[in-house]
């Protein structure tokens, strides 16, 4: 099977998935089968979607699809390069395609709570290989950032339009939020 038709293949099995249930826990545990089994295949992502940029990641889509019910992108950090803290809003399942992903999570603040400082609840590293639930609507706030000695590329599925969603960046000292959409890279 070429490249390409594991892409296919994978697109066609996540669009399955997101069609027979509303469950986020249930997508995201569905979706990230599918994508170890994507990264376990030796999938090699085209190289036009690996490239980092010195002055901030990069989040290349890779599938829309036509109902904005899901996307995957390519989103590539540069060595030392990390995230605000952020949210986003729906379900999304992160693969770790090359490099090493520190992931900082923090407790979500209650929508009606007054600004207040972020509790962070804990951290991993995220190595080629490894597959993670980044978020569901419920549990939703981190900041990543690309430690190791090569750029962080992971592939990430989530629920709707990423680059087009509505989105929360905090200020983790004071618990001020910034709405902010992403929007895509070109590759």
């Known amino acids: 099977m070429t490249g390409d038709d594991r892409l296919r293949a994978f697109i066609d099995d996540v ?5 027979s249930t509303d469950d986020e ?17 030796g999938y090699r992502l085209p190289p036009e979607v690996t490239r980092a940029s ?3 990641h990069l989040t290349y889509p890779m599938y829309i699809a036509p109902d904005d019910s899901w ?19 729906t379900w999304g399942v992160v693969g770790i395609y090359a490099g090493v992903e520190h992931e900082i999570r923090y407790l979500k603040p209650a929508a009606s709570a007054p600004s207040v400082p972020l509790t962070p609840i ?8 490894q597959v993670t639930v980044c ?9 990543v950032a690309a430690v190791g000695t090569e750029p962080t590329i992971g592939i ?4 709707g339009n990423i680059g087009a969603t509505k989105r929360r960046e905090y200020d983790p000292a004071t618990g001020e939020v910034r709405w902010f ?7």
């Open 15 to 19: 669009a399955l998935v997101v069609k």
């Open 25 to 41: 826990h249930e997508i995201t545990a569905w979706v990230g089968e599918l994508l170890s089994a994507l990264l376990a295949e």
């Open 54 to 56: 010195s002055s901030r």
């Open 71 to 89: 996307s995957m992108a390519s989103v590539v950090w540069d060595v030392g390069q990390r995230t605000n803290v952020h949210s986003h809003e």
């Open 122 to 129: 804990g951290d991993a590293r995220w190595v080629p290989g």
């Open 135 to 143: 978020c569901t609507t419920d549990d939703d706030v981190h900041a």
């Open 156 to 159: 990430h599925v989530y629920g």
């Open 181 to 187: 959409v992403s929007g895509w890279d070109k590759p």
